[in-house]
């Protein structure tokens, strides 16, 4: 048997689903609430929950393409002559964080790498004023403050975008002052687990008291690294299996079961 993830399934108290290697599926009760990778016992034993923001929190490019974004990057680099920086397969990423990091490898900590992450910073703060919350996150932020954890984010964004979204949705005060960012030493981005022990060091938490809600395998190699427990929230199949093709053992398709075992306490 393997877990699957818990999804919009939500059977009743302390209730998974879980399906076969094959195609039967059925459900049954937890009987083991110290399973490590259950996400009833990741939930329950999280003092510190750390969130990565694009995907978890909200979904940053709904209204401001990434891939437009990330075209524009590329264009930017060939206007000044430097189309040879990226390989053919970086130039068509259309992933934004692909082509920056890329540029970093190649000429780190250069005024080059400094205003082409300048300029994706002032991308994702447009993008913020059209992002789209991820369904369930802000109540089940604000619960998990309520009870008692204490919540921090470790992104690869730029802080100042997710200061931005989080003042827009009324959600500071449940995480300053740790937000735990890009920063100019582009090599420490996540799967690096440098922003995580930033945050537990700030935090005072030891790593397995602490929870990671992340949605790509960068985020749960990062979390392995640290030694902090992961939980995925995968937005579609496709992405949980991904998640779970990484390693990750518990991965959720939406957030509402989340908050209903927390409330259920």
């Known amino acids: 048997m393997v877990r699957r993830p818990l999804g919009n399934h939500h059977l009743g108290p302390d209730t998974l689903l879980v399906t076969s290697d094959a195609t039967q599926t ?12 259950d996400p009833l016992t990741l939930i329950k034993g999280a003092r510190v929950v750390l969130w990565d923001f694009d995907g978890p929190i909200c979904r940053l490019f ?35 964080q692909v082509v920056l990091r890329a540029v970093d490898r190649r000429h780190p900590g250069s005024d080059l790498v400094a205003e082409l992450e300048e300029r994706l910073t002032q991308e994702e703060l447009r993008a913020a004023s059209s992002a789209m919350p991820t369904p369930y996150a802000d109540p089940l932020i604000r619960t998990w403050s309520a009870v008692g954890s204490r919540l921090g984010i470790a992104t690869n964004n730029s802080p100042r975008v997710v200061r931005k979204y989080l003042e827009s949705r009324g959600l500071v005060g449940c995480f300053a002052p740790h937000v735990y960012g890009r920063t100019q030493e582009l090599r420490l981005l996540k799967p690096d687990p440098h922003c995580l022990n930033r945050a537990l060091n700030a935090m005072g938490a030891a790593p397995a008291d602490a929870l990671m809600i992340g949605d790509a395998p960068s985020d749960h190699e990062a979390a392995a690294r640290a030694g902090v427990p992961f939980l995925g929230y995968a937005s579609n199949p496709r992405k949980a299996k991904i998640l779970r093709a990484a390693g990750a053992d518990a991965v959720v398709e939406s957030l509402e079961p989340v908050l209903g075992l927390l409330r259920r306490g």
Do not use: C, I, K, Y
């Open 26 to 37: 059925g459900s049954v009760t937890v009987e083991n609430e110290n399973d490590q990778h």
């Open 62 to 96: 709904a209204g401001h393409s990434a891939d437009g974004v990330a075209s524009d990057l590329v264009s930017w680099l060939e206007g000044r002559g430097l189309h040879g920086l990226l390989t053919e397969t970086e130039r068509e990423s259309l992933d934004p």
